[in-house]
């Protein structure tokens, strides 16, 4: 089965963009089947149902996302398999920007809108600079010389990776997008396969449920930030 | 990046036909060519943008036109078509306003490096001084894009898509929108070896193009060339168009009109 991941800032347009590129492939007689990881809710999934691709979608809730998302890669590949389908597409809800849900020998894609910021491509930081195809959506709300100041900043932070324009709510540029994925490689499983990113480590008193605050209710892997020389005024 | 930025040349262009808003069969495609300028008339919600925004997205049966936009005969491989993405065509759209978060100075910098300008320097200051020329208000090079009024983000759009971003295919979408003065922001858009393709409600832009494509109900419903009558009318025209001219200058001066 072919594995894709595909990540990205809240309401870039991933499912829009997955659902019609899946619609595409299935065309090509390719089926699909989508795991969405996200954090609190999403109605991603009615809009995965209406396009007729199987879907199942889970969420970290109080957990950092994407801790969550990796202890439960294997059974999201499985359950996928169950599906019958010949390409199993992870999305996830961009985690928490500080990490990146791409494997080793996975294709692995970041969607992104022209609307974010000038800054934007910076501040996604590891879900972009280790994306192999970069999906750059909205471009129809903007100006040419924005997108393509847009897609420089994209290029700056990642050298190697394909970028295309596409249009989620018109479909325009999936059925490019549907001949990459064509090209994702087939894996066997997901196991000891590597993250391109390691993970942010924790295992604090706040991860254990603590609220209060003050040095005296902090236990376990615990890191103090250095805010500067005292301010003389 | 290398190849990106390299300079396309193109004879011809052809949109297929494709589909009506109805699904219905279109009687026919357009072929273009370099050096001309067609403009595209019918009312709003006609089909215009979508016919535009065909040939901008290099359509491959992939829009829900079913159009298909061929280069010098021939569709583009989609590798092409990737490499293509955003060189082919220069565009002018609706949207009047910027919506990054950058100063005018800043962006058309990063704009002619992403452009591999020779001297990304002086590219900014050309476009920076054409957009202020064409501009009611005069703009700073360090506002932000998103203060700029709509008539300065229009003069500056028109501004860079003339002195920067070269293509062989320029669209334009209602130009006489944007609050600038439309026969200079075309003097400087045009050039002879570009197609260039403008959508249209003004009947000055429209007769003074070479040919005009009537759109109805998103399909392309005839194909027009200028008669002597028409040109003749649109001289005519134009002498109205400079009178109007005259007296909004002098309102806008405080003038009494005699």
Redesign the interface.
Known sequence: MKLVTVAGPPSCGKTSVIARTCGHLAQAGLACAVIKFDCLQSRDGELYKAAGVPVSVVFSGGLCPDHFFATNLEEAFAWAESTGADCCVIETAGLCNRCSPHLRGVLGVCVID??M???APEKIGPMLRMADLVVVTKG??????????????I?QMNKRA?I??V?GL???????LA?ILKEAPAVEGVTEMKLRFSMPAAVCSYCLSETRIGSRYQKGNVKKAHFGARHDG | ?TGENAILSLRSMTLTAGRDKSGRPEAQGVDFRAGEVTALLGPTGAGKSRFL?DIE?LA?A???TGRTLLLDGAAPT?DE??AL??RL?????Q?MN?????KVMD?LR??A???EAQDPDAVARQVFEAANELAGEPFGPDVQLTQLSGGQSRAL?IA??AL??WSPVLLIDEIENAGVDKRRALELLVKSDKIVVMATHDPVLALSAHRRLVIRHGAVQAVLARTDEEQAVLARLRQMEEEISGYRTKLRAGEALA
Request: net charge negative; glycine share 6%.
């Open positions: 022209n609307l910021g000038i800054d129809d709300l903007v100006s040419q010389a924005e997108r393509e100041v847009y897609r420089y900043r290029r394909v295309r324009n249009n018109t479909g325009q540029g999936c059925l490019d001949a | 990046m925004s997205s491959a992939d829009t829900p989609p078509r990737f993405q955003g065509v220069a565009q002018l759209t949207n910027f919506v990054l978060d950058m962006f990063t704009h490096l992403s452009r759009m860079d898509t920067l971003s």
